[in-house]
């Protein structure tokens, strides 16, 4: 799955003896290791999840364990393999957080939520609710809307998205990355974008 600029900032490491030295448990490869992947693992593991989603420097963490534990057992051999395994890596975890999300909030009933007690913070969530379908139905591209709809607003895993629009699975990161952008630009022209 290549990803341009995230692929750069993962190989960013590693002279070839880094995979060597740490299956023979050199605790300074291990700490290389770490230092030239975790900014690049980051980057990815933040395009996979959810905007503004809270876990991405635990399965940050997460990623770079695994590969560690993988490097140390000696189940990688080859340093050019690295940084695809690295990426796999982050896609696989990255999916089994947001599954296993899906499975344990799909038990949860509307009426579990927390209501709104206060009525102007129900009122500004409703406004705001509806400026955000509103910008939602002025995007362009009609696809843009309806991955965004399926994906963040029903949840829809990715290959159940990737079959409803015909989409090639392994563009789908940089369609949703496209539509996201799109969105964006329009919640800064509306003055509610991040700041």
């Known amino acids: 799955m290549p990803v341009s600029e995230g692929n750069a900032a993962v190989s960013a490491a590693a002279p070839t003896d880094l995979v060597s030295r740490i299956a023979a448990g050199d605790r300074r490869a ?14 990815l593991v933040r395009r996979h ?29 080859e340093a050019s393999a690295l940084p695809a395994y690295v990426q796999a890596t982050i896609v696989y975890t990255t999916s089994a957080e947001y599954r296993s999300r899906r499975n344990t909030e799909s038990a949860a009933t509307i009426e579990d939520m927390p209501a709104l007690d206060n009525p102007v913070e129900r009122l500004g969530s409703e406004q705001l609710a509806g400026l ?42 940089r369609v949703v990355f496209r539509a996201r952008e799109r969105f964006r630009a329009l919640l800064d022209g509306a003055g509610i974008g991040e700041t």
């Open 30 to 43: 291990e700490q290389e290791f770490v230092r030239s992947y975790e900014r690049g693992v980051r980057a």
């Open 49 to 77: 999840c959810r905007p503004n989603d809270p876990i991405v420097d635990d399965l940050a963490q997460d990623v770079l364990a695994r590969v560690l534990e993988r490097l140390r057992a000696g189940a990688i051999r």
């Open 132 to 173: 955000l379908r509103k910008l939602l139905a002025q995007l362009p591209v009609a696809r843009d809307r309806e991955i965004l709809v399926r994906f963040y607003l029903e949840e829809q895993d990715k290959d159940e998205v990737c079959r409803g629009l015909g989409i090639d699975a392994s563009h789908f990161h």
